[in-house]
């Protein structure tokens, strides 16, 4: 069976990152860790140290996790380079089944998200907010039948 282990973002500011998707979003720490390391290898960029932080369910681990990564030490890559996009900032949507409501009103009062869009759906509403780093982040209320 094939799984998503998990997404990774490079954010511009862990901490605000930290704010949306833990504070705003609900998602728990499962580990944050900051180790000397060079990814060129993985991931095709030179690092000298790096932070990890993997959030999610633990009482889902099979659910999926998100991975906001620090890659200290990595400069512009050059035109063309095989890491093309490494380490781009942000992705294009990410979705997390949520209470929509209660997580809403959350981000609202946290002040994150930005005004969400919203549509009912048979499974109920959803909305789409934006991350810190202009990530759109789609909240379902329920996971949809294929």
């Known amino acids: ?34 180790f000397d390391a060079d990814v060129e290898p993985l991931l095709g960029v030179a690092t000298t140290r790096l932070r990890t932080v993997f ?11 998100l991975e906001l990564l620090e890659l200290e030490g990595a400069g512009p890559l ?34 994150l998200g930005g005004v969400p869009r919203r549509m009912p759906g048979a499974g109920g509403p959803s909305a789409v907010v934006v991350d810190p780093d202009g990530v759109m982040v789609e909240i379902l209320s329920s996971v949809p039948s294929l």
């Open 1 to 34: 069976m094939s799984l998503v282990d998990h997404v990774a973002i490079c954010p511009a500011d862990m901490a605000e990152s930290l704010r949306f998707y833990r504070d705003g979003l609900g998602l728990e720490v499962l580990f944050d860790v900051t």
């Open 78 to 111: 050059p035109p063309g380079s095989d890491a093309a996009g490494v380490p781009h900032r942000g992705a294009f949507l990410i979705c997390f089944v949520l209470p929509v409501e209660e997580t809403l009103s959350r981000l609202t009062d946290l002040g």
């Open 55 to 65: 959030l999610g369910d633990p009482q889902q681990p099979h659910a999926g996790r």
